[in-house]
T-cell receptor
């Protein structure tokens, strides 16, 4: 079955860096687009980054552009999010999710369990 | 950027009630609208895609409608497991996706 497992979360100081990983299994990872979505404590969902199946195309929300970098290693079935210049407002649970296409509609059909990033001194 | 606005932000209802949640897009998104359910401490779960298509395995008491800028999610008869937060999400301006702010459905 499809599984997405995030890792790499934790406590980091403002201005610091962190790298999240998302290990994928149960599907052909190299065929699918992937995204990162975050959720600040008690808040809603925020899409933050997208990567194409080959890794050649990447997009970012304005809130993280220039500070976060999405990447993937299709040989390792893994997705990454390199986060730098972290701010208190980046404190959130970070989810990876698969983008699937159903009858022409893009959907997020599988999600990881999430990993918590806390930015605090 | 396309902004998604849900109403209400929270809602109290009883088991067996019929509930409707509304989502409005800041510009026309045709039927590129998905609905997700999120229970506390869990990842979101896809309920409806393409504004009105039920995701496999989702109970038929959930339904969606709308096109253009106005959309609704309806739960025909609330069950205890339906008390959760619901999000709409547009996939019109892919891959610059956006979510509504969420509607928290609570037990009355």
């Amino acid at each position: 079955q499809v599984q997405l497992v995030e890792s790499g979360g934790g406590l980091v100081k403002p201005g610091g860096s962190l790298r999240l990983s998302c290990a994928a299994s149960g599907f052909t990872f190299s065929d699918d687009y992937m995204i990162w979505v975050r959720q600040a404590p008690g808040k809603g969902l925020e899409w933050i980054s997208y990567i194409s199946s080959s890794g050649s195309t990447k997009y970012y929300a304005d809130s993280v552009k220039g500070r976060f970098t999405i990447s993937r290693d299709n040989a390792k079935n893994s997705l990454y999010l390199q986060m730098s210049s972290l701010r208190a407002e980046d404190t959130a649970v970070y989810y990876c999710a698969r983008v699937n296409i159903l009858t022409g509609y893009q959907i997020f059909d599988y999600w990881g369990q999430g990993t918590l990033i806390t930015v605090s001194s | 950027d396309i902004q998604m606005t849900q109403s209400p932000s929270s809602l109290s209802a009883s088991v067996g009630d019929r509930v409707t949640i509304t989502c409005r897009a800041s510009q026309s998104i045709s039927t590129y609208l998905n609905w997700y359910q999120q229970r506390p401490g869990k990842a979101p779960k896809l309920l409806i895609f393409g504004a009105s298509s039920l995701q496999s395995g989702v109970p038929s008491r959930f339904s969606g409608s709308g096109s253009g800028t106005d959309f609704t999610l309806t739960i025909s008869s609330l069950q205890p497991e339906d008390f959760a937060t619901y999000y709409c999400q547009q996939s019109y301006s892919t891959p610059l996706y956006s979510f509504g702010q969420g509607t928290k459905l609570e037990i009355k």
